[in-house]
């Protein structure tokens, strides 16, 4: 995989005949061109899939990718629901394992994940299982606005896609069919993902003002904000107000210190 992936730098799990020439020049390869794309493109379409390369990869690797678009929609709700559980941004060859049983596949585990992560040791990363997911992600787009949620890499090469497997459809298309209503441009799924996003974030910060100053009304709860402010009460009381170091604080030098360092309560 990682070495179609060098090939098909547009990641649309096909290569036309300029495409592979200019990735064979680019990689340092000069040899006869055209006789070896005779020989890959098998079914003489005029194009070649990592299935016309190694047939077991394109089985093994698209069955895995079909069924997981069955379940989740597109590759990055894959990613982070199905796969990377424990969210480290890396998965191993248990997670991968631990998916397939979930997904009710009889794949070879083992052999997927040496196919997916090539030959390091480090795990397998988002960008290395699926580059347009790991765009999206990048980008913002978690909810594949911007279109490239359903892709069909590998997954052409899954012996019986379109007769007796049916293609999965994308999660923003389903649910529009599901609910009756006219799928809304990309713009303007784009912009409403920018609300809520905006919205989500001002409800996160009006939270945290809230949590900040609950307990300030007691004896107790203001002695736990300013241990967790300044790390200790002694350090709180000769940073955060006895700044005189008098010893001693009127109504108004201790409203004044706490004004001073944010407290509004």
């Known amino acids: 995989i990682a070495a179609w992936r060098a090939l098909d730098t547009d990641g649309n799990g096909r290569l036309s005949f300029v495409e592979f020439c200019d990735a064979c020049r680019r990689l340092g390869y000069h040899g006869q061109l055209r006789k070896l794309w005779d020989e890959l493109d098998r079914n003489g379409n005029g194009q070649i899939s990592v299935g016309e390369i190694d047939p077991e990869v394109g089985e093994i690797v698209g069955t895995f990718k079909l069924h997981l678009m069955y379940k989740y929609g597109d590759m990055l709700t894959a990613w982070q629901q199905g796969l990377d559980l424990n ?12 998916c397939v049983k979930r997904l009710g596949l009889s794949l070879d585990s083992k052999k997927l994940y040496a196919m997916l992560k090539g030959e390091h040791n480090t795990g397998l990363t988002l960008a290395e299982f699926d580059p347009e997911a790991c765009r999206r992600l990048q980008i913002g787009d978690t909810v594949g606005i911007s279109g490239a949620g359903n892709k069909k890499e590998f997954i052409e090469d899954v012996e019986g896609i379109g007769t007796d497997l049916m293609w999965p459809k994308d999660v923003l298309a389903l649910k529009w069919e599901v609910e009756g209503r006219e799928m809304p441009s990309r713009i303007s799924r784009w912009r409403e993902e920018l609300k809520r996003g905006d919205l989500l974030r001002v409800k996160t910060a009006l939270y945290e003002n ?15 904000a300013m241990i967790a402010r300044f790390g200790s009460l002694f350090v709180a009381w000769r940073h955060g107000f006895d700044l005189d170091e008098g010893d001693r604080l009127t109504f108004s030098e201790f409203c004044t210190a706490l004004r001073r360092i944010g407290v509004h309560g």
Do not use: M, P, Q, S
């Open 87 to 98: 969210h480290n941004n890396r998965i191993e060859e248990n997670e991968v394992d631990a």
């Open 210 to 224: 809230v949590r900040g100053r609950a307990g300030l009304y007691t004896a107790d709860g203001f002695k736990k």
